[in-house]
């Protein structure tokens, strides 16, 4: 996914998050919630996987810093199921493509281990 993409989803599951849980008004983030997008906008921007880089739940690095990774965590766990209810489009084309990669490293792994033997 494009890094914008990703950036904005990201910030509007953030958001989200923030209006129902902090009461922050609509467009606004709390300190910590801007933090937090802060944070997940540059470790995105420097990301070596650029443009090819599988969600962070697929991904074999873990680059956020376990306190920020639980925090993104609450966030998507809260946001996630709300955001079919908020942006359906958004929501569905991120489940398909996570299916979609989930079934890629699948069949690569399938792939490496016929090779192995």
């Known amino acids: 996914m494009e890094k914008e993409k990703e950036v904005e989803v990201v910030g509007l599951m953030i958001s989200l998050y923030c209006r129902k849980k902090h009461g922050s008004k609509k467009g606004t983030l709390c300190p910590d919630c801007q933090a937090l997008l802060d944070y997940a906008a540059f470790r995105r921007s420097v990301c070596p996987h650029g443009d090819k880089k599988p969600f962070c739940s697929n991904c074999p690095i873990h ?9 993104i965590r609450a966030v998507m766990r809260f946001s996630g199921p709300r955001m079919l209810l908020h942006h ?16 890629k490293l699948k069949n690569k792994a399938k792939k490496e281990a016929s090779n192995v033997r």
């Not at 680059?63 to 925090?71: A, I, L, R, S, V």
């Not at 359906?88 to 079934?103: F, G, N, Q, V």
């Open 63 to 71: 680059c956020y810093k376990p306190d920020m990774k639980e925090k």
């Open 88 to 103: 359906p489009i958004i929501a569905c084309s991120h489940l398909i493509e996570t299916k979609r990669e989930k079934r």
